[in-house]
């Protein structure tokens, strides 16, 4: 089983990539932002209780993020891995993960992180928010909420997966194959 946590800021392409790796790997691909905005499209309670907190750019609290990825992953028993895209975010979710996976005689593998500047993302996410359809991407002060909101809460997963020799940062600017080229170098390696 090859479990690998996509990593990075918003817009940096994580999403894009998953599509493309999780092909040639066959994984499983598990975005925490897709299920959450799927629920929120279909009215479920769960994504109610997620609305309000995505709206703002805020991350969704750590008791429904972590419940909602352990369902997903149980969804999929034959699966032979699985790329985690947007998740973890917190340290919380990454113990929680760590715990989940050990239980399944299984482990995350590598945090493979996208890294993009900054002025790029908000160029991005401002150009996907003309046909995405998402309140968090039409917005730039949301925009850079969810950038600041990445660096103050999430960044410190580099450090927890570093110490764990589980981190490959790879340069995210480029055309979509190039990067999907060296990520999957990272991925052989494994
Ligand atoms: P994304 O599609 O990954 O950019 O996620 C969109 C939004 O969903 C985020 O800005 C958060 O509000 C929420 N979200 C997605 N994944 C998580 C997570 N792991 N923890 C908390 N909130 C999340």
Known sequence: MTNIVLFGPPGA??????EFLKEKYNL???????????????????GKQAKVF?????????E??????????????????FIFDGFPRTEAQADALENFLNKKQTKVDAMLALEV???????????RGKTSGRVDDANEEVIRKRIKVYYNETAILKSYYQKKDKY???DGVGSIQ?????????????
């Open 64 to 81: 429904i993020t972590i419940g909602m990825l352990e369902a997903e992953v149980d969804k999929n028993k034959e699966a032979e891995g």
């Open 168 to 170: 490959y940062g790879v």
């Open 117 to 127: 500047d900054d002025e790029v993302l908000v160029q991005r996410l401002l150009e």
């Open 178 to 190: 190039e990067i999907t080229t060296r990520l999957s170098e990272v991925i052989d390696k494994l």
């Open 28 to 46: 499983v691909h598990i975005s925490t932002g897709d299920v959450f905005r799927y629920n929120i499209k279909n009215g479920t309670d769960l």
């Open 54 to 62: 995505i709206d703002e750019g805020k991350l969704v609290p750590d």
């Open 13 to 18: 392409g994580k999403g894009t990539q998953a």
